[in-house]
T-cell receptor
Framework: DARVTQTPRHKVTEMGQEVTMRCQPI?????VFWYRQTMMQGLELLAY????????DSGMPKDRFSAEMPDATLATLKIQPSEPRDSAVYFC?????????FGPGTRLTVT | RKEVEQDPGPFNVPEGATVAFNCTYS??????FFWYRQDCRKEPKLLMS???SGNEDGRFTAQLNRASQYISLLIRDSKLSDSATYLC?????????????FGAGTRLFVKA
């Protein structure tokens, strides 16, 4: 049963530290998405890739966030420097066509 | 106005009841539609795609009304395990390929 995996599952860090979240999409899927979910904002699309090329990162704060796909089996989302308002659950999803399959998320707390 | 809107609920229904949710979208160029369910502190999971002709999967029926720009989800014979948040998703074409918008979700509580 193919699944999207994400690491770490939980991360607690201090303000100003760099945070890197990783995602392994389902093999064969050509689109990868990064989302952030908070109670206040719901699920927000941060960035997405098709065939490893970034297509839309307009939802991402450019000054501190960056998303990359160094290869087809790995997507990364980095925050540098992190701030308390970045505390949220970050989901990665992969898909083929319109459907998306989500990973379990990384729960980030920035103190 | 939000691009995708849902009644946040909560909907509180007894077991066995039929419940329906609507989701409206503002962009007439929207092309594909889905319903996801999300349990507390879990990731969203695809429930079903929504086709123009309507589609059914067991107790779940999804409908699309392009003229009025809404999609619906009907759950028959509700089970306790149906308690979750239901998210509608709209994909629309843009210059980069397509854009995915999630609704904020409708919470459902099914009571014994």
């Amino acid at each position: 049963d193919a699944r999207v995996t994400q690491t770490p599952r939980h991360k607690v860090t201090e303000m100003g530290q760099e945070v890197t979240m990783r995602c392994q999409p389902i093999l064969g899927h050509n689109t990868v998405f990064w989302y952030r979910q908070t109670m206040m904002q719901g699920l927000e699309l941060l960035a997405y890739f098709r065939n490893r090329a970034p297509l839309d990162d307009s939802g991402m704060p450019k000054d501190r966030f960056s998303a990359e796909m160094p290869d087809a089996t790995l997507a990364t989302l980095k925050i540098q420097p992190s701030e308390p308002r970045d505390s949220a659950v970050y989901f990665c999803a992969s898909g083929l066509g319109g459907e998306q399959y989500f990973g379990p998320g990384t729960r980030l707390t920035v103190t | 106005r939000k691009e995708v809107e849902q009644d946040p609920g909560p909907f509180n229904v007894p077991e066995g009841a039929t419940v329906a949710f609507n989701c409206t979208y503002s962009n007439s160029a929207s092309q594909s539609f889905f319903w996801y369910r999300q349990d507390c502190r879990k990731e969203p999971k695809l429930l079903m795609s929504v086709y123009s002709s309507g589609n059914e999967d067991g107790r779940f029926t999804a409908q699309l009304n392009r003229a009025s720009q809404y999609i619906s989800l009907l759950i028959r014979d509700s089970k306790l395990s149906d308690s979750a948040t239901y998210l509608c998703v709209v994909n629309m074409r843009n210059t980069g390929g397509f854009k995915t918008i999630f609704g904020a979700g409708t919470r459902l509580f099914v009571k014994a």
